[in-house]
C-alpha cells in the first residue's frame, strides 16, 4: 500500500471518528432529556388477609342468588344508542339460612371497561354475574365507539354517557313483585371500572351526589402519557431490552402530541379524585406490568385525605395481572381471577355505605403478596422536557423519519435519468469533436480522426456527472443509511410487537441492535469517506481548474446531490434521535 494510500485511509478514520463523537453528542440535544430512574416506593400493609367487612355486617356469600339477565337499550345522546346487560338477584322462592330474603332496596354497581374493549357481551360476564349473585344489582354497558379512538378520546364526554346507563340502573324495576319487590337503591349505587375506565368513574363519583362507591381496579392514576411511560419502560425491562432501546421509550412519550395524537395523553384525573367524597377501593395485582402500582393508589389516596376522604382502601393480590387475573402476566379471558378478588369487591360493594358510619372491620391496606415497582413515574414533565429537544413533537418525528426515507428512494430512482443527461452530453460532445477534427486541415493526414483533446479534455471538464471516485462514495453512503433505515425500522417493529405480546426474544433484539450499529458505523466511516473525497477533489479542482474536474458538474447533478445530501442529513439526524451511534 503506498504512503498516499495509507494517509487517505487515516485520515478517513480521524474524520469518522470525529463525526462519530459528534453525533453521539447531539444526539443528546436533539432528543428529549429525560430517562427512567428505578423506583424506591415501597408500601406497608397492615395485614396479608384482604377480606373486606364493615363493622356489624352479615352479608351473603357469592352464589346465593339466582341471577336474571336482561339486554336493554341505553340513549347515551346524539342520537347515538349502545346495549347493556342489567344482571339483577332473584328472591328466594324458599328463604333460609343459607338463601335469606332481599331487602327491599338493595345497592347497585356499575361496570365500565378498560382501553379498547366495547361489547358489554365481551366482558364482565364472571364478576357482575357473581356480585349479582351475592345481591348487588349489576349493569354493563356497551362503550359508546363513534367518537372514540387510538387518536381521540374526551374522557369527559365518556363519563356522561355512562351516567345514562347509571340512570337506567337506578330506575331498575321489575325485580320481583307484590310482597317479594325489591328495588334498586336510588342513593347505594356506585361504579367499577378498570384501568382506562379508572380516569372516567372518578368524573362521575365527583358530580354525582347518588354515587356511593368506587371500585378502582389496575388504576393508573397518574396521565396517559405517564402511565405509557412507565408501563413501556417495564415492558423493556421485563424482556431484557438492550440499551440504549431500553431509553427509547423516553423519546417517544416525552414528545408533544402535536395533530398526530393522541389527544388525551396529559389528561389530568386528580381534581375529580379531590372531588371524590365517596369510600373508595383501589386494587392492584402483583403481576401488572403496566401500572406504577405502588405509587399510583399513594398518590390518589394522598390527594383524596387532603380533600378530606380517609375512606379509601387498597388491596395486592398475588400473581393477578392487569386484570386480576392469574397464570401469566399477558391478559387472556381464560386465566382464572386472583383468589378473593370477586369476593372482596362483592362485600365492598355491599358494605360502603355502612362503613361511612360504621367503618371497617379489616384492614385498610392489605395484601397477600409484596407488591414490587420498578421504576418511578415521571410527575413533572414541564421539568422534565415535554416538548423538549429538537425534535418535539410526534408530528416533526413522523415528517423527519418519512421524509429522509423517500429522499433516500427518490435519489436511487432518479439515478437512471443522471446517466442518460450524462451519455446524451457525452455524444454531443463527440460529435462536436468529430466535426472539429473533419474541418481541421491535418485531418486528411490523420484519416479523418482527427480529435482536439485539448478541446475534449475542457468540455469533459464541464460534462454533468461526479468527480472520479465520487459515485462509488456516494453510492455506498447511500446504500448503507438506506439499509441502517430499513433495519432499524424493522427492528422497532419487531420490539413493539413483542413487548405488546410479551413474545420478543432478548437475544434476537441484542444481536438486531448490535446489527443496526455496526451498520450505523459503517455509515459514518462512508460519510468521513465522502467528506475526504470532496474536500480532496475540490483542493485540486481549485489549484488547477482547467485539468481537475468539480466534485459535482451539471443542473441535474447538482439538483441530485442537494436533494442526496437531504435525505442523508435528515437519515442522521434520525440515527441520532434513536442513539444508535456506538459512542
Known sequence: ???????????????????????????????????????????????????????????????????????????????????????????????????????????????????????????????????????????????????????????????????????????????????????????????????????????????????????????????????????????????NVPFPTNHIISRLTTLDMGSIGPNYGDFDV???????????????????????????????????????????????????????????????????????????????????????????????????DTPWQASAVMTDLSENGVGGGMVHSVDRLAVLQVGALLLLIVCGLTVPALHASRKKHIHREMAVAQLAANCSPDSAETGNVVVKYDELAKESRRRPGFAPGMATRLWTLGALTFATTLAWLGYIVYVALGVFGLTANSTVMTVWQDAVRVLALLCTIAFAALIVTMTQTAVRHRKNPWKARPAVAGIGHYVWIAVYALAIILSFFMFMFWDIFLV
Open 270 to 368: 386528580t381534581p375529580y379524585l379531590k372531588a371524590q367524597t365517596q369510600p373508595t377501593l383501589f386494587i392492584y395485582g402483583t403481576n401488572d406490568l403496566s401500572m406504577p402500582t405502588i405509587e399510583a393508589p399513594a398518590t390518589a389516596r394522598s390527594l383524596m385525605a387532603d380533600a378530606g376522604n380517609t375512606n379509601t382502601l387498597l388491596r395486592y393480590y398475588k400473581g393477578a395481572n392487569h386484570q386480576m387475573r392469574v397464570g401469566d402476566a399477558k391478559a387472556e379471558k381464560s386465566l382464572p381471577l386472583a383468589e378473593n378478588f370477586e369476593r372482596d369487591i362483592t362485600n365492598f360493594a355491599l358494605d360502603a355505605q355502612d362503613s361511612t358510619t360504621q367503618g371497617w372491620a379489616t384492614a385498610m391496606t392489605a395484601g397477600d
Open 1 to 239: 500500500m503506498s504512503m498516499r494510500k495509507r494517509k487517505q485511509i487515516l485520515l478517513i478514520v480521524a474524520v469518522a471518528a470525529v463525526l462519530l463523537v459528534a453525533f453521539s453528542l447531539l444526539g443528546r440535544i436533539i432528543a428529549p432529556s429525560w430517562q427512567p430512574v428505578d423506583s424506591t416506593a415501597t408500601v406497608a400493609l397492615d395485614s396479608s388477609d384482604t377480606s373486606i367487612a364493615a363493622n356489624n355486617a352479615v352479608n351473603a356469600a357469592i352464589g346465593t342468588y339466582d341471577v336474571d339477565e336482561q339486554t336493554v337499550t341505553v340513549h347515551v345522546g346524539d342520537g347515538v344508542t349502545v346495549n347493556a346487560i342489567v344482571r339483577t338477584p332473584r328472591q328466594p322462592q324458599w328463604p333460609d339460612a343459607e338463601h335469606p330474603r332481599l331487602p327491599s332496596e338493595i345497592p347497585g354497581c356499575m361496570f365500565i371497561t378498560g382501553a379498547g374493549l366495547a361489547k358489554a357481551t365481551d366482558v364482565y360476564g364472571d364478576l357482575a354475574w357473581d356480585m349479582t349473585s351475592a345481591g348487588v344489582a349489576t349493569i354493563v354497558p356497551d362503550k359508546r365507539m363513534d367518537n372514540y379512538s387510538w387518536q381521540y378520546r374526551d374522557y369527559v364526554q365518556m363519563a356522561h354517557d355512562y351516567e345514562q346507563s347509571l340512570d337506567v340502573l337506578e330506575n331498575w324495576v321489575g325485580i320481583g313483585d307484590g310482597a317479594d319487590a325489591v328495588h334498586v337503591s336510588k342513593t347505594n349505587v356506585g361504579l367499577y371500572a378498570e384501568s382506562e375506565g379508572t380516569w372516567i368513574t372518578p368524573i362521575i363519583a365527583s358530580e354525582r351526589s347518588d354515587v356511593s362507591f368506587s371500585i378502582m381496579t389496575s388504576a393508573p392514576v397518574f396521565t396517559p402519557r405517564e402511565q405509557m411511560t412507565y408501563a413501556m419502560d417495564d415492558y423493556f425491562r421485563k424482556l
